[in-house]
């Protein structure tokens, strides 16, 4: 595998049933892949708490993953409201969730620290405003 | 301990069975999924009261081996339909979450 494969999935903001659904994919291609399950479970985590938020605090997204020899690389970029102040944002149990949102079991505030937990390396660009780019990356070597 | 053994107690009945012998190698309770996300292992048993069609995107992402639905808790005909697509098993049980918790900790 000397060039990258890459995967492109557009992130409905509306339709709360079908969240997760790009990571659900994700996780099937990578195992098709032969990936270690360990490392599977790493992205797959990463990867749906990511997408989760696009779809909870920014309307939808698009999501793109490269696999390379040496790591698999998601880049979940939506032209949400941004993220204020990411220190805060970062922190476990913060969260902007209403109640509605809440009820369905989201908003514990875990999702970015989950990010941070589960990728080797992570970056979130946000503008107020614009809206949100983050990469994360899973190193498989 | 598998899925099907579970099954074999009137205590459980199937709401989706499209993986019947999967193993189940531990459990993990919760409702918040991104704590389930985050916490739970490949091959628990996972026990919630939460019914909404998310559950089934993180049972699918955490791999665990099926969903017990305490409390008499029970899923929508499309939900269903879902779970079956997506092979997840999902089971329903009246016992509330400790009684679950407790009785699986007799078999496993
Ligand atoms: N893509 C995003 N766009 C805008 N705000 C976001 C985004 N992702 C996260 N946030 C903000 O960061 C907070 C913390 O995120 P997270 O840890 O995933 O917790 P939760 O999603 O449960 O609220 C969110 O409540 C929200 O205010
Ligand atoms: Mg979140």
């Known amino acids: ?141 | 301990m598998t899925v099907r053994d579970l099954l074999t107690s009137e205590k459980f009945s199937a709401i989706s069975l499209p993986d019947e012998s999967r193993e189940i190698k531990n459990v993990y309770i919760g409702d918040l999924l991104s704590w389930v996300m985050g916490r739970a292992k490949a091959d628990d048993a996972w026990i919630t009261i939460m019914s909404n069609v998310n559950i089934l995107a993180v049972a699918s992402l955490a791999d665990t081996s099926c969903i017990i639905l305490a409390e008499g808790v029970t899923v929508d005909e499309t939900i269903k339909a879902t779970a079956m697509d997506k092979e997840i098993n999902i089971l329903t049980t009246n016992m509330n979450i400790y009684e679950t918790a407790i009785y699986l900790n007799g078999l496993l």
Do not use: W
């Open chain 1, 1 to 141: 595998m000397s060039e990258a494969l890459t995967f492109h999935y557009v992130v409905d903001g509306q339709d709360f049933t079908s969240a997760g659904h790009a990571s659900v994919m994700v996780k099937k291609n990578l195992r098709q892949l032969g990936l270690p399950p360990e490392k599977i479970r790493q992205v797959s985590i990463a990867m749906y708490e990511g997408e989760i938020n696009m779809v909870i605090h920014a309307g939808g997204g698009v999501a793109d993953v490269s696999v390379t020899e040496d790591y698999v690389e998601i880049v979940l970029t939506d032209k949400g409201p941004g993220i204020k102040d990411i220190e805060q944002a970062m922190q476990e149990g913060f969260s902007t969730a209403t109640d509605n949102i809440r009820s369905l079991g989201f908003g514990a505030g875990m999702g970015l620290p989950n990010m941070k937990r589960y990728s080797d390396f992570m970056e979130i660009n946000s503008v107020v405003g614009e809206g949100t780019t983050i990469t994360m990356r899973v190193n498989i070597n």
